[in-house]
């Protein structure tokens, strides 16, 4: 027979389990990545214009919630919140609007990661800024694409651009990158400086549409380097070259009709998933906009994109 006190034990245990299950059940990774732009400037704007130009832009580099730098240069550490302390820095490639080996030793990063076929110069070259500096020097560590890098509780994918620095380091060509970057359920691609998106990015990222759920083990098993099929769910990516598809730039930087295109494109066929009202930035923006608000740039460009700027800080699904 069930008596009151039985029946009060009996509930006090189940709650007991109940909450004991509760405390056992991981919660769902939190959606967003924390993206504060501390440049959105190409190569041609100048520093020294900071105080002159209201609409001023450093030169392009992101904190990644606010631990982990994408590029990085001199005139971006005013933008860095105050306290903060990145610990990684993420090299693109090696021209001096992304690279300085004196502002990643000054930065205080404690591990630089760029990619393996320029290794030794970014070794030689930041250790010869810290002695100079007299601080100590980041861990310069290489990165290959493909393969993925675990940092400060993001994981972090170099894709290959469509970009050329022409340096050459004991005969091998320097490779730019870009960056996949993953949090639980979001997956932001930083696309900056390239020509549009590389079939060979496109694959590594899981984004290209000849890649499906149905012959994905097919390219596996040809020994082809590609990632499972998933859509990225934010995007940023340079805009160089501005309103001029035919700009002389185009074998190496892109424009908003080449950044629009590639984003309708990955929406057609499910393979960027952005939240619902979340538009693709658009950076790394050329001297046209030199006058120009984000607002006023916002005003001009198709539906569904929108201009960094510097300081900006958004959360991206």
């Given at each position: 027979?069930?008596?009151?006190?039985?029946?009060?034990?009996?509930?006090?245990a189940?709650a007991?389990?109940?909450?004991?299950?509760?405390?056992?059940?991981?919660?769902?990774?939190?959606r967003?990545?924390?993206?504060?732009?501390?440049?959105?400037?190409?190569a041609?704007?100048?520093?020294?214009?900071?105080?002159?130009?209201?609409?001023?832009?450093?030169?392009?580099?992101?904190?990644?919630e606010?631990?982990?730098?994408?590029d990085?240069?001199?005139?971006?550490?005013?933008?860095?919140?105050?306290?903060?302390?990145?610990?990684?820095?993420?090299?693109?490639?090696?021209?001096?609007?992304?690279?300085?080996?004196?502002?990643?030793v000054?930065?205080?990063?404690k591990?630089?990661?760029v990619?393996?076929?320029?290794?030794a110069?970014?070794?030689?070259?930041?250790?010869?800024?810290?002695?100079?500096?007299?601080?100590p020097?980041?861990?310069?560590?290489?990165?290959?694409?493909?393969?993925?890098?675990?940092?400060?509780?993001?994981?972090?994918?170099?894709v290959?651009?469509?970009?050329?620095?022409?340096?050459?380091?004991?005969g091998?060509?320097e490779?730019?990158?870009?960056?996949?970057?993953?949090?639980?359920?979001?997956?932001?691609?930083?696309?900056?400086?390239?020509?549009?998106?590389?079939?060979?990015?496109?694959?590594?990222?899981?984004?290209?549409?000849?890649?499906?759920?149905?012959n994905?083990?097919?390219?596996?098993?040809?020994?082809?380097?590609?990632?499972?099929?998933?859509?990225?769910?934010?995007?940023?990516?340079?805009?160089?070259?501005?309103?001029?598809?035919?700009?002389?730039?185009?074998?190496?930087?892109?424009?908003?009709?080449?950044?629009?295109?590639?984003?309708?494109?990955?929406?057609?066929?499910?393979?960027?998933?952005?939240?619902?009202?979340?538009?693709?930035?658009?950076?790394?923006?050329?001297?046209?906009?030199?006058?120009?608000s984000?607002?006023?740039?916002?005003a001009?460009?198709?539906?569904?994109?929108?201009?960094?700027?510097?300081?900006?800080?958004?959360?991206?699904?």
């Open positions: 027979m069930t008596t009151r006190r039985s029946f009060i034990a009996a509930a006090g189940f007991a389990t109940g909450a004991a299950a509760e405390e056992e059940t991981p919660l769902p990774p939190q967003g990545i924390r993206v504060r732009f501390l440049g959105s400037g190409a041609g704007w100048k520093p020294e214009w900071l105080e002159k130009h209201p609409c001023m832009r450093r030169q392009s580099s992101v904190l990644l606010g631990k982990v730098l994408i990085f240069t001199e005139c971006a550490f005013d933008m860095i919140p105050e306290g903060c302390r990145p610990e990684a820095l993420f090299q693109t490639h090696s021209h001096g609007d992304h690279y300085s080996p004196k502002a990643a000054k930065s205080g990063v591990r630089m990661y990619h393996e076929t320029w290794l110069a970014a070794k030689s070259a930041v250790a010869a800024a810290a002695a100079k500096l007299e601080l020097a980041p861990e310069v560590m290489p990165v290959s694409f493909g393969v993925p890098v675990e940092e400060c509780g993001l994981r972090i994918t170099p290959p651009a469509n970009h050329s620095t022409s340096r050459v380091t004991d091998v060509l490779r730019t990158a870009l960056y996949l970057v993953e949090k639980g359920p979001s997956r932001l691609l930083y696309a900056t400086d390239t020509g549009g998106i590389t079939g060979d990015a496109a694959r590594m990222a899981g984004i290209d549409p000849h890649i499906t759920a149905g994905y083990m097919n390219y596996i098993k040809s020994g082809t380097c590609v990632a499972e099929p998933k859509a990225i769910t934010a995007l940023v990516m340079e805009a160089t070259d501005a309103d001029f598809d035919d700009d002389f730039r185009m074998f190496v930087h892109s424009s908003v009709q080449v950044v629009h295109r590639t984003v309708e494109m990955l929406k057609r066929y499910g393979r960027f998933t952005p939240p619902e009202g979340q538009p693709a930035y658009i950076t790394h923006l050329g001297l046209k906009y030199r006058d120009w984000a607002e006023m740039i916002d001009e460009l198709p539906e569904g994109l929108r201009a960094a700027s510097d300081g900006l800080e958004i959360v991206l699904g």
